[in-house]
């Protein structure tokens, strides 16, 4: 298995653009789960999917933030527009059952506002 | 709001030495207890669960769960160099899937 995979692994863009991070979980992975890591802050929950649906999305800090996850294939994560304060690492995980069995990580996506 | 403690670090530990890391947290209905480690620019690997009461075994890992006093541990015997990361602690609660992430401890093994 390939494990989970992210993309892009670095994005620098400026302040105000568009910033689309992608996810493919592990196939036969129910759960999929967003996360952001700064130093300040640890590891941050933004939203979770189960088979495909919003679980919680209480994470996500505020309206420029949106997940998606069309099939059970992919999920992005979106943030429009782009500030400073979002730089940071953003993992993405999948499980076939937290409690049991925890998380796999993705590579994270290193995002760079300037 | 659920919570994971854990002493940022940095654990300055000799190499063949035990290095005990430890956990506390808030959440009394909890189940699931993890121990992830995360070397630097990598992304969190999991390396011990425990659900219950007592101590679970793995390698040079032990995982201690106490749950009366709300605290988890991580035993690493015979520390070596490549154990030098940061560790997480990690809980998940009876009520959703979700997981919630200590801040970690930074292990340093000194050769």
């Known amino acids: 298995d390939a494990g989970v995979i992210q993309s892009p692994r670095h994005e620098v863009t400026e302040m105000g653009q568009e910033v689309t991070l992608r996810c493919k979980p592990i196939s036969g992975h129910d759960y999929l789960f967003w996360y952001r890591q700064t130093m300040m802050r640890g590891l941050e929950l933004l939203i979770y999917?189960?088979?495909?649906?919003?679980?919680?999305d209480s994470g996500m800090p505020e309206d420029r933030f949106s997940a998606k996850m069309p099939n059970a294939s992919f999920s992005t994560l979106k943030i429009q527009p782009s500030e400073p304060r979002d730089s940071a690492v953003y993992f993405c995980?999948?499980?076939?059952?937290?409690?049991?069995?925890?998380?796999?990580f993705g590579s994270g996506t290193r995002l760079t506002v300037v | 709001q659920k919570e994971v403690e854990q002493n940022s670090g940095p654990l300055s530990v000799p190499e063949g030495a035990i290095a005990s890391l430890n956990c506390t947290y808030s959440?009394?209905?909890?189940?699931?207890f993890f121990w992830y480690r995360q070397y630097s620019g990598k992304s969190p690997e999991l390396i011990m669960s425990i659900y219950s009461n007592g101590d679970k075994e793995d390698g040079r890992f032990t995982a201690q769960l106490n749950k009366a006093s709300q605290y988890v541990s991580l035993l690493i015997r015979d520390s070596q160099p490549s154990d030098s990361a940061t560790y997480l602690c990690?809980?998940?609660?009876?009520?959703?899937?979700?997981?919630?992430f200590g801040k970690g401890t930074r292990l340093h093994i000194l050769p």
């Open positions: 990690a809980v998940n609660g009876a009520r959703d899937d979700k997981i919630i």
């Open positions: 999917f189960n088979n495909n649906v919003p679980i919680d």
């Open positions: 995980a999948s499980s076939s059952h937290p409690a049991s069995y925890g998380y796999t």
């Open positions: 959440d009394r209905g909890s189940q699931s």
